[in-house]
């Protein structure tokens, strides 16, 4: 038989090597920021329009390229940052492999233009899908440009599975902020579809932080710093009261290169034990610097995992250092105990009586026994009276179109015309007694056999139809906060605030302002506490910047889910009878019974007869 195997053309093979390298517009980001550093620049501007998906540029002032390395640059395995393979553990550079740009100029119109300070006339050389159309010479600045153009214009499915531009403007952002946090030394401007999203002047490491997540951050910062024969350590952690449940700002750089590492993060959780609250991650900020010769960069195409020879010293070395400053700045033992001051004086008051010490969590929080919150609930639902849960259950199918739920019948319910499933029928009451299975499922009867109900999902479906009808009606119940409440979040999340306002305006929350850095808010939906109000924010803001592509987007749907989802009762709680009672009622009194907001199923059921199956 004929021979068979062949060598790809290049620009096929550039095209490969671009899906690994090259996954969305932040690539493009990351790896032109990480050229211009190595190219030694001490200013450089990134210019995005469309989230990436239009343009990407980055003009920066470093040293340029020369006509014949204008050209080469492009070229797959084409870098003058290595020579061999031994220069891969003396790695000075972000740069190494040589593809970036072959990468990239084989799926983007890429434009480039470059000039050295020597050189009079600088070069501009245009590349379509690797193929040059022009090159030049053109009269630049010192330093080199790079626009990359119409991403993935030759992979529509790559360009069709990117995402909404919210979500692909946010892992630009990402991407630039891990760039610019590793390089204080170096100003940086952010321009987003014309305007100045980020400017960044050079200054220390502290300030950077400042600058890109705002002046609140200074006061939560604990600087660490410890160096010792095989890791130098400097940065900061974030204290732990400012912790965050959605996503901690976590930043690890070795070597000045961002990296994640599951398992160094560890490190800092550990060091962070019994200090949390729980489901809280710490932000932290660390520069980890290692001898070169110690790492492997070359693991990962885009270089953000890396290999160390020793992780395990490395472990214990941050989780220490973390420890040690965390305990210098007096936080563990705040924290640790909850500190009575009486304890402290044994002189005058060692016969006095010992105080039981105030429990400030209340964990045994349980929304279905606050009052303000079944009145919130019940609001929600003119229940439609029902004698028989039954009834309900069975009628799921067709209870679509039977219940056109009509608005302006919504009142708050008393409690004598609440019509308990449970109450009247003393069939019914014989037949439906609820049982918690594992701080998790609800269990009860029904005529055909069995029925186990998910109770956190549940909960999240019931929440979720009353946030959505209080928001489509405008009529959530506020309550007004005795002091307002002033929360802080960076630029980018107070523009999401914004965009969420009026809804959440609907849901009961009341703004008094919203401005750079700061909300502040004098009243909050009656089923929400003031304690978790920024976690509820927090996690709003994160699905926002996580949603999916544009076309299923709502805000009001995505609120209500995110409210939902932070409020509902977790698995592990513990719920008396008439809580577990009330959570069945409410649920088969939802439109859409079934399933959880994101469409997970929230009971089962299990007929006698697959029962009488099992006992064969
Ligand atoms: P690598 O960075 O791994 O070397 P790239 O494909 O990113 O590979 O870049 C190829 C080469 O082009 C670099 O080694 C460098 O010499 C040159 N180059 C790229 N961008 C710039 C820039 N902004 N300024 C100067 N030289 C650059
Ligand atoms: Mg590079």
């Known amino acids: 038989m004929a021979d068979i195997i062949q060598l790809l053309p290049d620009h096929v093979a550039n095209q490969i090597a671009a899906g690994e390298v090259v996954q969305r517009p932040a690539s493009v980001v990351k790896e032109l920021l990480e050229n211009a550093i190595d190219a030694g620049a001490d200013s450089i501007k990134l210019i995005i329009k469309d989230a990436g998906k239009t343009l990407v540029q980055v003009i920066d002032n470093g040293k340029g390229m020369s006509n014949t390395d204008a050209r080469l640059s492009f070229e797959r395995h084409a870098t003058s940052k290595i020579r061999t393979a031994d220069d891969l553990f003396q790695l000075h550079t972000k740069g190494f492999r040589g593809e970036a740009l072959a990468s990239i100029a084989a799926i983007a119109h890429v434009e480039l233009k470059t000039k050295q300070e020597t050189d009079d006339i600088g070069n501009t050389i245009v590349i379509e899908g ?4 022009s090159q030049d010479v053109v009269v630049t600045p010192k330093g080199t440009s790079i626009s990359v153009k119409n991403l993935f214009f030759n992979i529509p499915a790559r360009r069709n599975f990117l995402k909404s531009d919210t979500v692909e403007l946010r892992h630009v952002i990402d991407e630039f902020h891990r760039v610019a946090l590793a390089h204080p030394g170096i100003s940086f401007v952010l321009y987003n579809n014309g305007s100045e ?5 050079i200054c220390n490491f502290r300030q950077r932080i400042v600058n890109i997540f705002g002046a609140k951050t200074n006061e939560k910062l604990v600087p660490v710093e410890e160096e010792t024969d095989v890791l130098k350590i400097s940065g900061f952690v974030g204290k732990p009261e400012f912790a965050k449940k959605t996503r901690g700002e976590q930043y690890f750089f070795v070597n000045d290169r961002f990296i994640k590492s599951a398992y160094l993060n560890h490190a800092i959780s550990s060091a962070f034990d019994g200090l949390l609250k729980n489901g809280t991650h710490p932000s932290y900020f660390l520069n980890l610097t290692v001898d070169p010769q110690t ?16 992780e395990h010293t490395l472990y214990a070395l941050i989780r220490s250092a973390v420890k040690h400053s965390l305990g210098q700045f007096n936080i563990a033992p705040v924290l640790d105990f909850e500190r009575d001051p009486t304890l402290d004086t044994p002189y005058n008051y060692n016969k006095s009586i010992a105080n039981t010490p105030k429990v400030e969590v209340d964990k045994s929080y349980n929304p279905f026994n606050d009052e303000s919150v079944s009145k919130a609930k019940a609001v929600a639902y003119k229940k439609e009276p ?10 799921l199918e067709s209870k679509g179109t039977k219940t056109q739920q009509d608005f302006s019948e919504v009142h708050f319910e008393s409690d004598e015309a609440t019509v308990s499933m449970f109450s009247n029928d003393k069939e019914i009451e014989h037949t439906h007694t609820t049982y918690q299975l594992h701080n998790k499922y609800i269990v009860s009867t ?12 549940a909960h999240q479906r ?8 209080n928001m489509t009606i405008k009529e959530g119940i506020s309550q007004q906060l005795l002091f307002p409440l002033e929360l802080h979040f960076s630029n980018q999340d107070i523009v999401i605030i914004n965009q969420l306002k009026d809804d959440l305006q609907h849901t009961g929350f009341v703004f008094s302002s919203v401005k750079e850095e700061s909300v502040e808010i004098t009243g909050v939906p009656v089923s929400v506490p003031e304690s978790e109000v920024s976690i509820i924010l927090e996690q709003l803001i994160s699905d926002v910047e996580n949603e999916v592509p544009d076309s299923n987007f709502s805000a009001t749907d995505l609120l209500a889910k995110s409210m939902a989802k932070s409020l509902a009762i977790k698995t592990g709680q513990s719920l008396q009878k008439d809580e577990q009672e009330h959570l069945v009622n409410k649920l088969f009194a939802c439109k859409e019974p079934n399933v959880s907001p994101t469409n997970r199923a929230t009971f089962i059921t299990m007929s006698v007869d697959e029962l009488d199956k099992k006992f064969i």
């Open 197 to 201: 999203t980020f400017n960044l002047p």
């Open 295 to 310: 790492i492997d960069i070359n693991i990962h195409p885009t270089k953000t995992e890396i290999k160390f020879d020793d």
């Open 386 to 395: 029902t004698t028989s849960w039954e009834s309900l259950y069975v009628g």
């Open 462 to 469: 019931v929440l979720y139809e009353d946030f959505l009808k």
């Open 130 to 133: 690797s193929r040059v159309a």
């Open 446 to 457: 029904i005529k055909s056999g069995m029925l186990v109900i998910d109770q956190h999902r």
